[in-house]
């Protein structure tokens, strides 16, 4: 059993989840990017028990909207004002992918542990220069992939760990929303800092579609492809015991979402050596809306999603009844107080930044792929592998 497996089961298994921290042991955090998500993470880090002291976000009705969920917390625009606050134990970083890396290493450098979300990084090089941050900081860094801390996955991972699929040949992930549409560009409602959004990007004139849909625009993100592509392919290679892929490629195109620059509707085709994987998105059909993975192996086949995981033999024309279904979610909670847990026994956490980097590397190729139209090497040198 692994390390990170043993201290997750021992850590968020033993007790509830709201009685491990005392009412005198409250870590206290900042939070920067207080978006949508940001304020999500915070109210689960406030219900485990920590104390959000500082906020920070270059979209003041934002600010306002978390200083609701923690009164008394300081607000910010420039996240280097929010590290120098003193009394912060860590920081929560949910902004942009193209803020991820600066938030990380500024945060580091402030001797802060941190929860960060995933992608974890814009490119390989990236992710190259976070790992070795972190491995030299000696801190606590929980990349928010939170299927690492799902007990049903574990359970998912261990069907397949005792053979009952088989030779493994073909995974199949997928996502299925129909939410796609002309982007808004209207106007922000409130003081938006545009010039501290940018940052590192190329600067331009306030272009409010770009703050406001963030991920569809190659400067800030790397689409779909790395957002959710990040948590699904890091099962595909957990499960199979596999780093990053040999090579990809990638087609795909903006339907709907004009005037958008990554696809909303998309495949990509990985190549790991034994077997192979396929990861397609399609937000404008709802057709088994939602996430999946299936692992098609010669013995059984596998479909997880959302409500869990079912099994079904070979050859399955005659074999259409489950041998085997597991119903449960995949909580965001466990792996919350995961990283709370390992801020305290000084543990490494259930997704590190090791952990994903390999699992990004693969749509961070896709991408380039799709850019040059053509299947595309990975360089071994821009991925750990121990």
Request: glycine content about 6%; aromatic content about 10%.
């Amino acid at each position: 059993m692994s390390s990170n497996r043993r201290s997750f089961l021992t850590g968020a298994l033993a007790a509830p989840l709201a009685s491990r921290l005392s009412a005198n042991d409250r870590p206290t955090y900042g939070l920067i990017a207080a978006g949508g998500r940001g304020r999500y993470l915070s109210r689960y880090f406030t219900k485990l028990g920590a104390q959000c002291v500082a906020l920070c976000d270059v979209y003041e009705p934002y600010l306002e909207l978390a200083l609701k969920d923690t009164p008394g917390a300081k607000t910010y625009v420039n996240h280097q004002e929010l590290l120098a606050q003193p009394g912060i134990d860590f920081i929560v970083s949910a902004g942009p992918d193209h803020w991820h890396c600066p938030h990380l290493l500024d945060s580091l450098k402030a001797g802060k542990d941190v929860y960060t979300e995933k992608p974890l990084s814009l490119n390989l090089a990236e992710s190259r220069k976070m790992v070795d941050a972190v491995k030299s900081s000696g801190k606590i860094v929980q990349v928010g992939m939170q299927r690492r801390s799902a007990p049903s996955i574990f359970k998912a991972k261990q069907v397949i760990d005792n053979g009952t699929l088989g030779r493994i040949t073909m995974v199949k992930a997928q996502w299925h929303w129909n939410n796609a549409k002309p982007l808004n560009n209207a106007p922000p409602e409130g003081k938006l800092h545009w010039e501290r959004f940018l940052g590192s990007a190329r600067k331009r004139a306030l272009d409010p579609q770009r703050w406001r849909y963030w991920r569809w625009f190659w400067d800030y993100a790397g689409g779909n492809m790395t957002d959710q592509g990040t948590h699904l392919m890091d099962v595909v290679q957990w499960f199979t015991n596999s780093g990053a892929p040999k090579s990809a490629m990638s087609h795909g195109y903006v339907a709907k979402n004009t005037p958008a620059e990554a696809p909303e509707v998309f495949s990509a085709i990985f190549d790991y050596g034994p077997f192979m994987a396929t990861w397609t998105l399609n937000y404008c059909n709802s057709y088994e809306d939602g996430w999946s993975i299936l692992f098609q192996g010669d013995e059984a086949t596998m479909r997880m999603d959302d409500a869990g995981f079912t099994v079904w033999r070979e050859p399955w024309k005659q074999n259409r009844e489950p041998i085997m279904q597991e119903q449960s979610p995949v909580p965001i909670e466990t792996h919350i107080q995961n990283f709370l847990d390992c801020i305290k026994s000084r543990q490494q956490p259930n997704c590190t930044v090791e952990i994903a980097q390999r699992a990004v590397a693969g749509p961070h190729l896709a991408n380039q792929a799709f850019f040059k139209g053509r299947t595309l090497k990975l360089a071994s040198d821009l991925v750990t592998l121990s």
